[in-house]
């Protein structure tokens, strides 16, 4: 069976933030994925997504054209700088990576 042609890499994040850091960390992390979209032309997609319903729980969705666009941005100051300031504000931390088939758009 052949491998379905990719059409992106993604990663899915997880965390859960320490209720005392939650803003401090909403905060930190918008403007790492707003850096990410602005700086990174590898970077297309980066989602940040709260639980309803337990608010220290924070998904990231992220998709970037290659696994070196993804590792690129791991070196990025703007990451190591998030990535340093934010060990503290997180309980844990859960890394999924994906390669993306398809992808939908909905028109909105």
Same mark, same amino acid.
């Given at each position: 069976?052949?491998?379905?042609?990719?059409?992106?890499y993604v990663v899915v994040v997880e965390f859960l933030v320490r209720g005392d850091f939650l803003n401090q960390f909403r905060e930190a992390m918008m403007e790492n994925a707003a850096t990410?979209?602005? $700086?990174?032309? &590898? =970077?297309s997609v980066f989602d /940040? =997504?709260?639980d309803s319903e337990q608010h220290e729980r924070i998904h990231l969705y992220e998709v970037y054209g290659s696994r070196? $666009?993804? $590792?690129?941005?791991?070196?990025?100051?703007?990451?190591?700088?998030?990535?340093?300031?934010?060990?503290?504000?997180?309980?844990?931390?859960? /890394?999924?990576?994906?390669?993306?088939?398809?992808?939908?758009?909905? &028109?909105?």
């Open positions: 069976m052949t491998r379905p042609q990719t059409d992106g990410s979209l602005r $700086d990174e032309p &590898g =970077c /940040v =997504c709260q070196a $666009d993804f $590792d690129f941005h791991l070196k990025s100051a703007h990451f190591l700088s998030f990535n340093e300031a934010s060990q503290p504000w997180v309980l844990e931390k859960k /890394v999924q990576t994906f390669e993306r088939i398809a992808a939908a758009s909905g &028109g909105h």
